[in-house]
Structures are given as structure tokens and as C-alpha cells.
């Protein structure tokens, strides 16, 4: 299994290399293009008998090739305060990772993280929320290079958009994006342990496959490595959450992790 950590910048050039030997040359075409289809990855019922709910189920929507040619699916995990439609296209309207790799022969499966968005969360069974405020989305992510305060914000100069007012709120690109946001499961050891049963579950189900994690989902990937090594032959992390040792300032500044990367040991291995 091979395991990589990305910035964004040199992702493109990564991805053409890593996955180009992942082809199935010869594969043959659905007899109906384009194809999509929804379902739900673990989960199971818990609470008060006779009010049982099932938890920690995930949702999972697969995009499948008209011609198939590579040999491994991509399964595409979203960072915090997103859902897999982060996936799908870009605040300004153009086309998403998902589309990218489907045209290119891939099947993709995308997830909402469990009791995040189409993922039900269960007031008594989940635990607390948390979000992100519109001035925090703008300082971290849209207009860094004005109200950045670590040294290389002001490199951050790519959101789309033009004007004054790009990447704050008011402008139509970041209200796009910021509508996007959703709250999330305040603790990250709780998400961690929900994406390592759901994902593995998941993976049962649909076989080896490459699993692609952004941000705040860094951790899941080596996870999901741990507790099923002969499914995940690859680790794609894109801008990951707290590489190797200490937590961001997002996520807990200056919090030593004695893990790595995940928040607590992986107890899921299996031969």
C-alpha cells in the first residue's frame, strides 16, 4: 500500500503519476453510461428499547464510468464542515474533483462522514456540535492573505473571484461556499472511530480501493489502513489535519498526539 501526503499545489502532478498505474486497460463500457447510485455504509441500532435508532450509518454515493479503465475506486473523504457535495463542483460554479476523475475512467464513491449531512446525527446518541462562523471561514481559508495572521497567509492569494470584497461575506462566491458549511461532531475522536467502522464497512462492501482524504479527514486514511490493510492499497491526503505530532490551531493548537495523526490508537487490525 502506498501512502502519500499532499499539499494542494503539487496534487495534480502526484495524482497523474500515482494513479496512472492503477489502470485496468481493456475494461468495458456500461451498457448505459454514466451511472449513480446511493446507499448506506455501517451503523447500528442503539438507544432506549422501543426507541431504537440506527447510528452511525454513513452515505455513500457512488459515480460510475461510462468506460471503466482503472483498476482501483476512488473513495473521496471531505474535510470539517463539509459534505461529499465539497466534491462535486467548486463555490464558482466549475467542475468538481468527482466529475475530474469519473471522466478519466475512475469509479468514485463519495461520503458524508457519519452524523454529519445526509448522515443522520441523533440529539442524546452523537454528541455535541460545532461549527465554523462566516469570520473564521475568512480569515482561515477565503481571504488569508488580508486577515491571515501566520506568516505565509498572504501567499493565499487563489480563491476565485475579483474585487474588494472577494472571499468575504457579500460576495456571491464565498456566500456559495459558506452555505456549504454544516455543523460537525465537536470531538475528533468520536468522528474518527465512527469513519474507521463506517469505512470499513464500506470497504467490505465494495473491495480494494484508494482512498483519497482532505483536511480534517487526513487521519482517516491511515485508520482505515490499520483495519483493513489488504482493501486500502493507497493513501492520498491532501492538505491533511495535524501531520505528524501536533494538533493545528483549528483543531487544538499546541496538543501533542501521541497517535500521530488520528486522535486515539487504532484498535480495529485485523489480518
Known sequence: MHRIVFSRAALGLA?????????????????????REVFYAGGAYAGPAGKEVMQGAMYVERLRPAVKTQKYPLVLFHGAAQTSTNWLTTPDGRKGWAQHFVERGYEVYLVDQPARGRSAWHPGLDGELRNFPA?????????????????????????????PGRGRRGDPVFDQFYASQVEYLASNAETQKRVQAAGSALLDRIGPAIVLTHSQAGPFGWLLADARPQLVKGVLAVEPNAPPIQASPVFGAGKQLAWGPPTFPSPMRRP
Open 135 to 163: 469570520p473564521t471561514i475568512e480569515m482561515l481559508f477565503t481571504a488569508s492573505a488580508e486577515l491571515g495572521r501566520w506568516p505565509q497567509a498572504k501567499q493565499h492569494t487563489q480563491w476565485p473571484g475579483e474585487g
Open 15 to 35: 495524482l497523474t503519476g500515482f494513479l496512472a498505474g492503477c489502470a485496468a486497460p481493456g475494461a468495458a463500457p456500461s451498457a448505459t453510461g454514466p451511472q
